[in-house]
């Protein structure tokens, strides 16, 4: 069961399953995800996928789904996952992440479905120390937004409940992924980005290639790095899914994992606006602004964890073959799902 799977990460893994010979339940309230993109992994997988249009709030629905479905894992994507939102709606966010989580826990429980994979973020981690990045798993984790906190939350229930199962005797085996800023597309161009309103820094500078925004605001140009926007560490969609399929097969029976997952390699805000120019061949326009509340100036993953234990190694650490990606799909749907 893949929940959000009608969501942009949640969609790429259905499709890495359905590749991998997976039969694959989707779970997605369709509020941020999209009906075609079920559509669409439903011509792909044919028999082997199955679109259910549920909130993750509604256990009982969950909980009959995966007993009828003979769920054996569950790759938990639904999420609200903007840090400036979750500034100004913290409750949205404690109820969609936090209360969500609670909920697909007790459905797995009484389903009796035994591992889990857990999208959480490098947001738990705050703004770390300049001398602890690029940032280890075992770098405290101390957010600094509604975000970063309601996944922080949600780890450590997943990790309270695992312990719980283990001294009763039962199995349960349940990782968290923390991920670094995801972007691109499926290389063959059947699935892409499509959040509305977009707020993730690629798709606004390829939106504002196609004519759809004015410019790029940049937030912040004083921030402590060497061109004074902040930096960030890029992993490709399809990586990050690759990720989570090689976590799954590696889940034991009372395994509790951590990885972090990121290329390892950081680019600014003006790097990435650079990267967009070359790509499309358009001279977009970008507007200096002030820092937005809620962002760290570096994020860099130390990724060595799953590389050394799992053999993980990212496919795209070219910035310009990430973000071409990205501009095949959006040169061929400017409209996203809906075009």
């Not at 990790?159 to 349940?174: P, V, W």
Request: proline residues 6%; charged residues 20%; aromatic residues 6%.
């Amino acid at each position: 069961m893949v929940t959000g799977g009608a969501g942009y990460i949640g969609s790429h893994a259905c499709l890495a399953l359905l590749e991998s010979g997976c039969r694959v339940v989707s779970i997605d309230d369709l509020s941020r995800g999209h009906a075609r993109a079920h559509g669409a992994l439903s011509s792909l997988g044919g028999r082997n996928f199955v679109g259910h249009a549920v909130r993750i709030h509604d256990t009982d629905a969950l909980a009959r789904i995966m007993a009828e479905e003979r769920i054996d894992a569950v790759l938990h994507f639904a999420a609200f996952a903007e840090v400036g939102e979750s500034m100004e709606h913290p409750l949205r966010y404690a109820h969609n992440n936090v209360a969500g989580t609670l909920s697909v826990l007790q459905a797995m429980e009484r389903a009796g479905v035994p591992r889990l994979v857990f999208s959480s973020s490098c947001a738990t981690y705050g703004a770390p120390d300049p001398g602890l990045v690029p940032i280890r798993e075992d770098c405290p984790q101390r957010p600094i937004n509604p975000y970063g906190a309601s996944k922080l939350f949600g780890e450590r229930m997943i990790l309270d409940q695992a312990a719980a199962l283990h001294r009763s005797g039962k199995t349960f085996g349940c990782a968290m992924l923390r991920y670094f800023n995801v972007a691109g597309a499926d290389p063959a161009g059947r699935l892409g980005e499509d959040h509305a309103p977009e707020s993730h820094l690629i798709p606004i500078c390829l939106q504002t290639a196609l004519g759809q925004r004015p410019a790029v605001q940049v937030f912040g140009t004083d921030w402590p790095t060497p061109d004074g926007t902040c930096v960030r560490d890029y992993v490709h969609v399809s990586d990050l899914v690759r990720a989570h399929l090689a976590v799954l097969d590696a889940l034991g029976p009372r395994d509790t994992r951590q990885y972090n997952v990121g290329i390892g390699r950081g680019f600014s805000v003006r790097e990435c606006i650079d990267s967009v120019r070359r790509v499309t061949g358009i001279a977009i326009a970008s507007v200096d602004g002030p820092r937005r509340p809620g962002d760290p100036p570096v994020l860099l993953a130390d990724a060595s964890r799953i590389r050394s234990e799992l053999g993980w190694e990212p496919s795209f650490t070219d910035l310009d073959a990430i973000v071409a990606s990205a501009w095949a799909w959006f040169h061929a749907h400017p409209r996203g799902w809906k075009g």
